[in-house]
């Protein structure tokens, strides 16, 4: 029968839905109910391109967080240091992704140097990281896709695996089935949750900050009140915050970005007051109830600092923000909840933020019931996004230590564990134990084949070792 205009156009819209990736929710209409804009529509034209143009990515995960953390009891994620960790987070079910500076200062700034969380990087490093993510997830969703399409698993043998452990369920990696059809699509482009820092400067700094940022592909960025050129870690010593009045500029500025940009980016407005000691004037006089009269040799102002410092400034940025964020000192429910309790009392429903912090030593603060438990709890009293903020820093170091002691004391049989441990993992959805396909030799093998329509010689995944042996 031949193959007409009509059957062709029937063929690839069935094509399309079996294959259809799953799209973000629009934005819905209560996005922008309580959020203040201290300028007028006709300020944000103005300020537009005359040329459309369209930041998908960031679109796309800006509504698909909104739509996680308004269904989800929470969202938790893990600091991702690199793009493949962040492919590893999501092949292991995480639907989010965040990405701290403090990381980025340590090992990923594009100074290439190793700093400490003070602001020292170049500021366009996380956007730069932000990127590196994204196309880390792009590539990955080439792979599956092209795999899927072809019908190729990942590696399944009806007889089991090739690789000394045969379990004879022909499932390799949780990607690919053993009857040739083609596993569930996985929606690889996870919202990235991204650090300003404390913008690195004033408003206008904040606001190219954010352009940057979602030109990048973020979903969501974080900005501190703390002055940027001291700024520290929230869990350092040191912190100097900046006024009330002025913090909130830096949202405004933030906001305006991107609006202008026409991308419904979430805002999350961190205070550090429950720590800090420190502040640069008195001009706002919703901070001078916590001043203590006394100055510095710099200028600064002693404050108190404390919960109760941090629960005014979360209200005041309530208004100007989607997510508040009090960044904490220990792990502690009881603090969390008077936050929490505080700012919905004022705000009901307004979303809150928590870092389950590393700097937190977790079995010497809580009991493993309380451990087991935190998240949910946390969940109930509407910390609808919980990180892990350096997960890649330790992953990464604890990691590569381990493997290099045991191969230090027993040679390749240190390293073989680590190959079993991967074999192990395929169980559970791993890939990455097949480096070359993992990183998309196979995939570029297909654009090859694409362009000499099926006539190529020189494939490099035939006659490859990872073909023969895995």
Same mark, same amino acid.
């Given at each position: 029968?031949?193959?007409?205009?009509?059957?062709?156009?029937a063929?690839?819209?069935? =094509?399309?839905?079996? &294959?259809a990736?799953?799209?973000?929710?629009? +934005?819905?209409?209560t996005?922008?109910?309580g959020?203040?804009?201290?300028? =007028?529509?006709?300020d944000v034209?103005?300020?537009k391109?005359?040329?459309?143009i369209?930041y998908?990515?960031?679109?796309?995960?800006?509504?698909r967080?909104?739509?996680?953390?308004?269904?989800?009891?929470?969202v938790?994620?893990?600091?991702?240091?690199?793009?493949?960790?962040?492919?590893?987070? +999501?092949?292991a079910?995480?639907?989010?992704?965040?990405?701290?500076g403090?990381?980025v200062?340590?090992?990923a700034?594009?100074a290439?140097?190793t700093?400490?969380?003070?602001?020292?990087? $170049?500021?366009?490093?996380? $956007?730069?990281?932000v990127?590196?993510?994204?196309?880390?997830?792009?590539?990955?969703?080439?792979?599956?896709n092209?795999e899927?399409?072809?019908?190729?698993?990942?590696?399944?043998?009806?007889?089991g695996?090739?690789?000394?452990h045969?379990?004879?369920?022909?499932?390799?990696n949780?990607?690919? /089935?053993?009857?040739?059809?083609?596993?569930?699509?996985?929606?690889?482009?996870?919202?990235?949750?991204?650090?300003?820092?404390?913008?690195?400067?004033?408003?206008?700094?904040?606001?190219?900050?954010?352009?940057?940022?979602?030109?990048?592909?973020?979903?969501?960025?974080?900005?501190?009140?703390?002055?940027?050129?001291?700024?520290? !870690?929230?869990?350092?010593?040191?912190? +100097?915050?900046?006024?009330?009045?002025?913090f909130?500029?830096?949202?405004?500025?933030?906001?305006?970005?991107?609006?202008?940009?026409?991308?419904?980016?979430?805002?999350?407005?961190?205070?550090?007051?429950?720590?800090?000691?420190?502040?640069?004037?008195?001009?706002?006089p919703?901070?001078?109830?916590?001043?203590?009269g006394?100055?510095?040799?710099?200028?600064f102002?002693?404050?108190?600092g404390?919960i109760? !410092?941090?629960?005014?400034?979360?209200?005041?940025?309530?208004?100007?923000?989607?997510?508040?964020? !009090?960044?904490?000192?220990?792990?502690?429910?009881?603090?969390?909840?008077?936050?929490?309790?505080?700012?919905?009392?004022?705000?009901?429903?307004?979303m809150?933020?928590?870092?389950?912090?590393?700097?937190?030593?977790?079995?010497?603060?809580?009991d493993?019931?309380?451990?087991?438990?935190?998240? =949910?709890?946390?969940g109930?009293?509407?910390?609808?996004?919980? &990180?892990?903020?350096?997960?890649?820093?330790h992953?990464?170091?604890?990691?590569?230590?381990?493997?290099?002691?045991?191969?230090?004391?027993?040679?390749?049989?240190?390293?073989?564990?680590? /190959?079993?441990?991967?074999?192990?993992s395929?169980?559970?959805?791993?890939?990455?134990?097949?480096h /070359?396909?993992?990183?998309?030799?196979?995939?570029?093998?297909?654009?090859?084949?694409?362009?000499?329509?099926?006539?190529c010689?020189t494939?490099?995944?035939?006659?490859?070792?990872?073909?023969?042996? &895995?």
């Amino acid at each position: 029968m031949p193959v007409t205009r009509v059957s062709r156009t029937a063929n690839r819209v069935a =094509r399309q839905a079996k &294959f259809a990736l799953p799209e973000a929710p629009p +934005v819905p209409a209560t996005r922008w109910a309580g959020i203040v804009r201290p300028y =007028r529509g006709e300020d944000v034209e103005r300020l537009k391109n005359t040329v459309k143009i369209e930041y998908t990515l960031a679109d796309l995960g800006a509504r698909r967080l909104w739509h996680l953390l308004t269904t989800r009891e929470y969202v938790n994620a893990l600091g991702a240091l690199t793009g493949n960790q962040a492919v590893q987070q +999501v092949k292991a079910g995480l639907d989010a992704i965040y990405l701290s500076g403090w990381q980025v200062a340590a090992d990923a700034n594009l100074a290439g140097q190793t700093y400490p969380d003070q602001s020292l990087y $170049p500021a366009n490093s996380v $956007p730069s990281v932000v990127r590196r993510i994204n196309q880390a997830l792009l590539r990955a969703d080439q792979i599956e896709n092209s795999e899927s399409r072809k019908g190729v698993q990942e590696g399944a043998r009806s007889n089991g695996h090739r690789n000394g452990h045969a379990n004879g369920n022909g499932r390799a990696n949780g990607n690919g /089935q053993a009857n040739g059809q083609p596993a569930d699509k996985r929606y690889w482009l996870a919202p990235i949750v991204a650090d300003a820092e404390a913008g690195f400067g004033g408003p206008l700094n904040a606001f190219e900050l954010m352009r940057a940022m979602i030109e990048a592909g973020a979903a969501a960025v974080h900005f501190e009140d703390q002055l940027s050129s001291e700024k520290k !870690c929230g869990h350092l010593g040191g912190k +100097v915050l900046v006024p009330t009045s002025h913090f909130i500029r830096t949202l405004v500025a933030a906001r305006l970005a991107a609006d202008v940009m026409d991308v419904p980016t979430l805002i999350v407005a961190r205070t550090d007051a429950d720590s800090a000691k420190l502040i640069t004037s008195d001009v706002d006089p919703r901070d001078r109830e916590f001043l203590t009269g006394e100055r510095t040799p710099e200028g600064f102002y002693q404050y108190k600092g404390g919960i109760e !410092c941090a629960i005014a400034r979360g209200l005041a940025y309530a208004p100007y923000a989607d997510l508040i964020w !009090c960044e904490t000192s220990t792990p502690d429910l009881h603090e969390a909840k008077a936050f929490a309790d505080a700012i919905r009392d004022k705000f009901p429903g307004k979303m809150l933020a928590y870092n389950c912090s590393p700097s937190f030593n977790w079995k010497a603060k809580l009991d493993d019931s309380t451990i087991a438990r935190f998240q =949910r709890e946390l969940g109930a009293m509407g910390y609808k996004f919980q &990180f892990v903020t350096l997960a890649g820093f330790h992953s990464l170091n604890h990691g590569m230590f381990e493997l290099a002691r045991a191969y230090k004391d027993r040679g390749m049989s240190g390293y073989a564990e680590l /190959q079993a441990a991967e074999f192990k993992s395929e169980e559970h959805g791993y890939s990455a134990t097949r480096h /070359q396909r993992e990183v998309g030799t196979g995939y570029f093998d297909d654009v090859m084949q694409v362009i000499t329509n099926g006539g190529c010689s020189t494939l490099a995944l035939e006659g490859s070792t990872e073909k023969a042996q &895995f």
